[in-house]
Nanobody, 118 residues
């Protein structure tokens, strides 16, 4: 059973930075794609950024140029560096992992709260 554990959320002022981490219980090499989603109160969960095997990345328009997704395969960890945070970035951020042919995929972490407020 795959487990994803997020960390790094918190309260930050507008313009500040946070780095989220997602640690997987097994090798992330086995995943075809990993990503970060977020869900704000009263809104649907949305994709923020993703990284596929081979390293290609994809970002939501709202975070392009401010957020960076990366992975450390040796540590089985995916990161989301968030710079220039805005109040509208406030949400619960979830890590996601997808593996072709795995009927239990995609996997989700428990979420970490990010609050951007002065």
């Amino acid at each position: 059973q795959v487990q994803l554990v997020e960390s790094g959320g918190g309260l930050v002022q507008p313009g500040g930075s946070l780095r989220l981490s997602c640690s997987a219980s097994g090798s992330i090499f086995s995943f075809n794609a990993m990503g970060w989603f977020r869900q704000a109160p009263g809104k649907q969960r949305e994709l923020v950024a993703s990284i596929i095997s081979g390293g290609r990345t994809n970002y939501a328009d709202s975070v392009k140029g401010r957020f960076t997704i990366s992975s450390d395969n040796a540590k089985n960890t995916v990161f989301l560096q968030m710079n220039g945070l805005k109040p509208e970035d406030t949400a619960v951020y979830y890590c996601n992992a997808f593996r072709l042919g795995d009927r239990e995929s995609p996997y989700w972490g428990q979420g970490t709260q990010v609050t951007v407020s002065s």
